[in-house]
């Protein structure tokens, strides 16, 4: 595969392609412990033999279907409690891109919190950011997505398309993936102005402000997502508190 990024300044400048990998996440971890890659390295496979998800969680992707990259973003000059606010941009970015690439705009494009991509109430793309820490900053953040494409069939277990199946039709995953790196460029020159982003994620949350069954505390209840802190908890209205909650207290039940 070759790939010139001519769309953007700097995100996929330095793309290196590779046709098997762990995960692209790892190869970016150790890339950045033994050099210093150029900001906006961006780092694709044709198939993850490892691929890592959310809390511990595996992340399978059909080789050749479906894209697996990770970006490396210098964010030196982003203080350690504003990481929510690197989850919120991707995720819009993604979001916007596959609402971009699908044809049928009465479709539901929502933002599962913390950063799933639905489509139609089934995943469509997940992310996985991971930070380096130095003091009360961050050093690199790697931005780890993953896009069903045209990956035809998945476990009954997960609920999850792809863009060729919701639009019936084998997709240009190259287009798709420069379309990517664009909208996430675009989308961290707003990294500063957290009100926006702020608003944009939860203008497209799933679920927000409406009264559904959720799994907590060892008990199915019905309650309502209110918004998001600034700790990127989900505030969740039940019984007439509102409880933050952190990832993998609470499940959806769809
Ligand atoms: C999730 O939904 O749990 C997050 C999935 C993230 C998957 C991507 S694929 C590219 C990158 N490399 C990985 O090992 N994981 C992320």
């Not at 793309?15 to 694709?44: C, H, M, Q, R």
């Not at 993936?177 to 675009?186: A, D, G, R, S």
Request: charged share 20%; glycine share 4%.
């Amino acid at each position: 595969m070759n790939i010139i990024v001519n769309e953007t300044h700097y995100i996929g400048k330095n793309l290196i392609i590779f046709k098997s990998l762990t995960s692209t996440n790892d190869y970016a971890k150790e890339l950045i412990s033994k050099s210093t890659p150029k900001n906006g390295s961006v780092i694709l496979t044709e198939e993850q033999t490892a691929g890592r998800g959310q809390a511990g969680n595996e992340w399978h992707a059909e080789p050749n279907q479906n894209i697996t990259c990770s970006i490396i973003l210098d964010t030196s000059t982003l203080e350690v409690n504003q990481q929510f606010i690197l989850n919120m941009l991707v995720a819009i970015a993604v979001r916007q891109t596959i609402h971009e690439f699908i044809a049928d705009k009465d479709s539901s494009f929502c933002i599962k919190w913390p950063n799933d991509i639905m489509v139609n109430s089934k995943k469509i793309a997940g992310i996985l950011i991971e930070n380096s820490i130095q003091g009360n900053y961050l050093q690199y953040s790697i931005l780890g997505i993953g896009i069903n494409v045209n990956q035809q069939a998945f476990s009954k277990e997960i609920q999850a398309t792809s863009i060729s199946l919701e639009n019936n039709l084998e997709m240009d995953m190259i287009e798709i993936f420069k379309k990517l790196l664009l909208n996430i460029e675009n989308v961290y020159a707003n990294i500063y102005n957290k009100d926006y982003i702020q608003q944009e994620y939860l203008k497209h949350l799933f679920w927000k402000d409406e009264l559904k069954t959720f799994h907590y505390n060892n008990e199915i209840i019905s309650a309502k997502i209110v918004g998001i802190n600034d700790f990127g908890q989900l505030l969740l209205q039940y019984n007439n508190d509102i409880i933050p909650i952190n990832n993998k207290e609470i499940k959806y039940i769809i």
